[in-house]
């Protein structure tokens, strides 16, 4: 049997908090798009395909022509930002797109302004900007939010609305008692406790607000009891978290592989030098503290070296984020891998990875924000684990560990397609061919 999915008709709002390079790139995108000014590359939702039945039935739909997702000429951006400029200006200011074409889409970005924001130096402590709320507690300015969101979505007449963190990385910390559950929380909203991070208010103000939220960075944020069964009571999805863009989708690609061939691997060192915001944000010791420990998780749980000790139990790996203020957005990803194959001999592979950090995360933004739509119009609630496939510290239940590689993340989202829809699962096991 399929899901009962709701039609996605009308207009869906998606909020970001952080007005940066990843947001402007990710709406500029979809307005130079929706003129014909470029194509949607990297987007699952508008490019891929999903195959159906047996390879025999030559049935492979585009995932946008196999669930009902909302088109891109119905959505409509809004956001929050620490400083004043409106999309336009940002996104001239991130450098990412080339002025020619923000140019031919400049009205539309000029009328996105930014909403004043939730923000706490102790969280973010290298940057610093005038566009923020200042009045009250926590629980006034989770109020607030709300508010902006309701006015937001009565303003561009919105039938549903999505919240996706775009913003900077925050310090890392870790859950406290005032995490466990509700009541405890919002005493501490009131209280203006600081263990209280600005992200977790927005993720608290979308989802009272019946607004389901993705976490693009790795902070600490609804990946609490009290946020998590908030967003279950409410039935809302969410997922997160942290973007897999650059270097750590080289490593969702490669590690597999190795495995998959029981090569060995003794040590993987991964250095980036970036020089947008967010390598400017990760300068600080505890906002890259949060980054590496999101960055450091994949290859443990792929690898899996209590399986194979002798292969990558002593497997050294370190990573390193240099701020590098003349690359810009191109962010450049060295990694040396030290591997040994049979009867012990030593190889290296080398990688280089010159990427562009937003032009791989736009598109992230718009299959999790088309997803995330999708998987509230079909009745889904909680920890959306199929979209681990986005993430690189995926979120799951209580107690599972998380899924890194990638093509069994791709796997276990086309299956929740196909399970939506009704239609078989498939498992690659292919012996009906040959019987």
Sequence with gaps: MSQKIASPKGKLGILMPGMGAVSTTFMAGVHAIRKGLGAPIGSLTQLGAIRLGKRTDNRSPKISDFVPLAGLDQLVFGGWDIFEDNAYESAMNASVLEPTLLAKIKPQLQKIKPMPAVFDKRYVRLIDGPNVKSKGNLMDKAEALMDDIKTFRKA???????????????????????????????????????????????????LMSGVPFANGAPNLTHDVPALLNLARDRELPVCGKDFKTGQTLMKTLIAPGLKARMLGCSGWFSTNILGNRDGEVLEDPGSFKSKEETKLSVLDTILQPQLYPMLYKDLYHAVRINYYPPRGDAKEGWDNIDIFGWLGYPMQIKIDFLCRDSILAAPIVLDLVLFLDLAQRAGMKGIQEWLSFYFKAPMTAPGLYAEHDIFIQLMKLKNTLRWMRGEDLITHLGLEYYD
């Excluded at 995490?179 to 993720?203: G, K, W």
Aim: net charge negative.
């Design 156 to 206: 561009n007449a919105c039938d549903r609305l999505v919240m996706i963190w775009t913003g900077s990385t925050e310090v890392f910390h870790k859950p406290a008692k005032v995490h466990q559950t509700m009541e405890s929380f919002e005493q501490a909203l009131v209280a203006n406790d600081p263990n209280i991070a600005p992200s977790q208010v927005y993720a608290y103000a979308a």
